[in-house]
């Protein structure tokens, strides 16, 4: 059974620090990988999808890496600013279409 | 067009009865899934629809819920004799046809069970 890991659970930085999050799953063989942003109260907004044959996907600030053989994955993000405070969701996808699972968050404060 | 929607964006109800909640998928997605986000056990699968294919339930934590897509379009979930360990956000999303199987996320349903 996959089991995805996010590590840290909680992030405090100052704002235009650059950062790390970190996602951790048990299982190799999987299709892709997706980050997704939720804000409280809110769904959830995918920021990056990962193929499991690429190693990397840009998008503005953001960097997502995958390391599919040790089963790691990070988002990057770049120069923070106060606006990218929310919680970030790592989610795997094993089999073509079908389910993600998710990974605890990483709940994310940048600070003015 | 419009994305994954949602209804209603937030239940009260007493323990004891039934609810139905309601996804609308993005316009031409065959796939569709629920999923719950609950404070102790983070984002669970529930349900998955796909076009014609029987449904894959494997996720439903008991036979209390159910869900249906009528028409391969619009779902409902049905949770009957709700129970105070139902509280909890349930989320749909949709899937294309596309090859890299991007889920779209609504925003989600918050349930509260008294």
């Known amino acids: 059974k996959q089991e995805v890991t996010q590590i840290p659970a909680a992030l405090s930085v100052p704002e235009g620090e650059n950062l790390v999050l970190n996602c951790s799953f048990t299982d190799s063989a999987i299709y892709n990988l997706q980050w997704f942003r939720q804000d409280p109260g809110k769904g959830l907004t995918s920021l990056l999808l990962?193929?499991?044959?690429?190693r990397e996907q840009t998008s503005g600030r953001l960097n997502a890496s995958l390391d599919k053989s040790s089963g790691r994955s990070t988002l990057y993000i770049a120069a923070s600013q106060p606006g990218d405070s929310a919680t970030y969701l790592c989610a795997v996808n094993s089999n073509a279409g079908n389910m993600l699972t998710f990974g605890g968050g990483t709940r994310l404060m940048v600070k003015p | 067009g419009a994305g994954v929607s949602q209804s209603p964006s937030n239940k009260v109800t007493e323990k004891g009865k039934d609810v139905e909640l309601r996804c609308d998928p993005i316009?031409?997605?065959?796939?569709l899934y629920w999923y719950r986000q609950s404070l102790g056990q983070g984002l669970e699968f529930l349900i998955y629809?796909?076009?014609?294919?029987?449904?894959?339930k494997s996720g439903l934590p008991s036979d209390r819920f159910s869900a249906e897509r009528t028409g391969g379009s619009v779902s409902t979930l049905t949770i009957q004799r709700t129970q105070q360990e139902d509280s909890a956000v349930y989320l749909c999303?949709?899937?294309?046809?596309?090859?890299?199987?991007?889920?779209?996320f609504g925003p989600g349903t918050r349930l509260t069970v008294t």
């Open positions: 629809f796909q076009g014609n294919s029987a449904p894959d």
């Open positions: 990962i193929q499991s044959s690429q």
């Open positions: 316009s031409g997605h065959t796939a």
């Open positions: 999303a949709s899937r294309g046809t596309g090859g890299n199987y991007e889920q779209y």
